[in-house]
């Protein structure tokens, strides 16, 4: 047991086991693992989103088949439909949804602030409606590690304030302490730390002396792991690419970092780049089932003529299933006749194409040559604004 401020906190026994391997030389990123109860994770990671217990039109064999180690599940959804607790009783969420290797999940924050009507904020939680059938409910800290321990995830996360896009600094500065008391709180709360890793998240916006404040406040609680807050949430790349900058040197190098909700590959990169070992997001699933596709450098909007009787794989050279099967002539017919299979087939091939990157990525740090993996593949192939500023080495 340990004293913060007036609160009494239990020491968090070790239900996951983060391992730092090699670190770049010039650049911030780094490879490790990440031990779990249901699987061992090379980091970077991508992790794909199955907010309702189930990634968008994928099915489980191609996940295993891609060697996917991590999901993310999202307890707000969980909680309200099917309940956290017809979860439990069926054995937890591995369980339920019969899936062998690991979950992390989130701790419904982010939905109750962005999805939720009638929302009521206070220092105790959030009040809010239900997208679904409009009913009221209250999460709490205490609520969201009930809501989560019963879920049975083996990581999860506090409950934390997303302060959103263009707040003033005072807005952010409340988001940040209540973030940090909610902190304290789901600790207390937390029933299951010999099987769940409870990740702290850290918020402070745009503002470099509050990510500051609220990582060291976090960092005193010694969490498991912890995650980077309130990015991607409405702000230009600009901004958040400044922020990465910084936010990950105010983290032990010892522990696993993950950056929420952020899953374009330019995103990624920048992320690895700066030191992030971990990512969500549903982008690869939500734009497969529009008909787009990641490729080098671009996004392929295949409802587009161009690829009528184009032949050729989604990209060429790319290992998954998708490509090595099916054209984009055919993709596009699949997606102008609205066949589910080739929102399937999208979706597949794009969550592989960030695994792979990530995949990739590792290798270059272990191999010593992540600046010129940059340089020479990605600088090439991933077209943004100002290329050079994103990918220069520090």
């Not at 699987?39 to 996917?68: W, Y």
Request: aromatic share 10%; glycine share 8%.
């Amino acid at each position: 047991m340990y004293i913060l401020g007036r609160i009494l906190i239990p020491f968090m026994k070790k239900a996951i086991d983060y391992t730092l391997i090699k670190k770049c030389s010039t650049t911030g990123a780094r490879a490790g693992t990440l031990k779990t109860p249901h699987s061992t994770i090379e980091t970077p990671v991508f992790m794909p989103v199955g907010t309702q217990a189930t990634i968008k039109t994928i099915n489980h064999r191609d996940l295993l088949d891609m060697n996917i180690e991590i999901l993310l599940s999202n307890s707000y959804h969980l909680y309200l439909r099917p309940t956290h607790k017809l979860i439990e009783r069926a054995g937890g969420i591995h369980k339920f949804m019969n899936w062998p290797k690991s979950i992390l999940t989130d701790s419904g924050g982010f939905q109750v602030f962005s999805l939720s009507n009638m929302r009521k904020i206070s220092d105790t939680g959030v009040q809010f409606q239900s997208w679904h059938d409009g009913s009221m409910h209250m999460i709490t800290p205490e609520k969201s590690m009930e809501i989560q321990n019963s879920i049975g995830a083996d990581i999860i996360m506090a409950f934390d304030e997303c302060a959103p896009a263009g707040c003033t600094y005072d807005q952010a500065k409340k988001a940040v302490e209540r973030t940090t008391e909610w902190a304290k709180l789901c600790i207390k709360g937390h029933q299951r730390d010999d099987e769940q890793a409870l990740f702290g998240i850290m918020q402070g916006n745009l503002f470099k002396d509050l990510r500051e404040k609220s990582a060291k406040e976090l960092v005193d609680m010694d969490f498991p792991g912890y995650a980077i807050g309130g990015l991607s949430v409405g702000e230009d790349k600009d901004a958040m690419y400044d922020v990465l900058t910084y936010a990950a040197s105010f983290l032990p190098e010892n522990k696993p970092r993950y950056l929420m909700g952020v899953g374009t590959p330019e995103d990624l990169l920048e992320g690895v780049k700066n030191g992030i070992d971990m990512f969500d997001c549903v982008m690869p699933t939500r734009i497969g089932r529009h008909g787009t596709v990641f490729a080098d450098g671009q996004r392929l909007n295949l409802k587009n003529a161009a690829f009528k009787e184009d032949h050729s794989p989604l990209v060429e050279g790319c290992e998954c299933y998708t490509c090595k099967t099916f054209t984009r002539s055919y993709m596009r017919h699949l997606v102008k006749a609205n066949e589910s299979l080739g929102f399937e087939m999208i979706s597949l091939h794009n969550i592989y194409y960030l695994q792979n990157l990530m995949r990739e990525s590792r290798k270059a740090i272990l191999e010593d040559r992540f600046p010129k993996f940059l340089e020479e593949h990605v600088y090439k192939k991933i077209v943004r604004d100002n290329p050079k500023k994103i990918y220069a080495t520090k």
